[in-house]
């Protein structure tokens, strides 16, 4: 069961993060086969005033913090990373860097 927190700027339309919950969510179940019902996420977004990115970063900066309970390969980890971006990429335009 991981909890997953993902942390953004406020603005973004209902749909772009309905999509951002949906494709986290595909990544944890393909890639770490969690059940498909298991989705425990959040998105808590922030006043530009209250969230500060590095230079060069884009007002579609987004911080997603998975909890997981022990015993998951360093493997296992890389690839959900991995899938995550690709997805997050391919879906919304969210640069991997």
Excluded: C, W
Excluded at 75 to 85: F, G, H
């Amino acid at each position: 069961m991981p909890l997953i927190k993902i942390e953004m700027l406020k603005g973004k339309p209902a749909e772009y993060k309905r999509i951002l919950l949906d494709e986290v969510h595909k990544a944890l179940v393909e890639s770490i086969k969690i059940p498909d019902h298991d989705r425990n996420q959040r998105i808590i977004e922030f006043e530009e005033a209250n969230f500060e990115v590095s230079s060069g970063k884009t007002r579609d900066a987004v911080y997603i913090e998975i909890t997981l309970f022990e015993g998951r390969t360093l493997e296992a980890k890389k690839t959900l990373y991995q899938n995550i971006v690709k997805r997050l990429e391919k879906e919304l335009m969210i640069k991997p860097d």
